[in-house]
């Protein structure tokens, strides 16, 4: 889905509509360069929004990105060639309780997006809680390590940016949202991907 930001304000009538709020952060943002550089501002220099593991509620194995088939916007880029994620061995973990299937949607990488300020949660009417890595993390191996390493999310398996340790204890910090997912599926896109 292609989302496009109108050179003007939408006038709906009544009070003011979360668009109509959100307008000016988000061409503000389009305009400007170096979007998604800075883990602790935007390119418009507010604070970024983050959000904080609140308990972890679901860990997710990563199985490895070979794949039967190569989606066009697959989030993942999960492909018949493309083997940058392997699979964990039972020796480096031990899910236990396998969490149920969940299908992830395709995304288009090229479409741009508004950087997520702080301030944008009260606009937008969302709690950080309502965030994915409030209640998740996600385990990969990437090709050639030595051992797999901990996730802030299921989006971004090949950011470094978004590697918090080796362990869920070195994983339980906050999440700082500076990658175009973020708010692309995250937090404008609700982040609904259940079956």
């Given at each position: 889905m292609r989302v496009t930001v109108p050179a003007e304000p939408i006038e709906f009538g009544g009070p003011a509509t979360v668009l109509n709020d959100l307008w000016p952060i988000v061409r503000r943002s389009q305009a400007s360069t170096g979007k998604f550089t800075d883990p602790l501002r935007t390119a418009a220099g507010e604070e970024r929004a983050s959000v904080a593991l609140d308990g972890l509620e679901?860990?997710?194995?990563?199985?490895?990105?070979?794949?039967?088939?190569?989606?066009?916007?697959?989030?993942?880029?999960?492909?018949?060639?493309?083997?940058?994620?392997?699979?964990?061995?039972r020796d480096e973990i031990d899910p236990r309780d396998p969490a149920r299937l969940v299908l992830f949607p395709e995304m288009d990488a090229q479409a741009d997006v508004p950087e997520i300020s702080s301030r944008c949660w009260h606009v937008l009417g969302k709690s950080p809680q309502d965030v994915m890595c409030a209640s998740s993390r996600m385990v990969v191996?990437?090709?050639?390590?030595?051992?797999?390493?901990?996730?802030?999310?299921?989006?971004?398996?090949?950011?470094?940016?978004?590697?918090?340790?080796?362990t869920l204890a070195e994983a339980s910090g906050p999440v700082r949202l500076n990658h175009p997912h973020c708010a692309r599926f995250c937090v404008l896109g609700q982040a609904s991907c259940s079956v």
């Open positions: 679901t860990l997710w194995c990563n199985t490895g990105t070979l794949c039967n088939i190569a989606c066009e916007n697959c989030y993942i880029e999960s492909s018949p060639r493309n083997d940058r994620l392997v699979y964990i061995t191996k990437r090709k050639g390590a030595a051992r797999p390493c901990v996730v802030a999310c299921t989006l971004l398996p090949y950011d470094a940016g978004f590697e918090l340790g080796r």
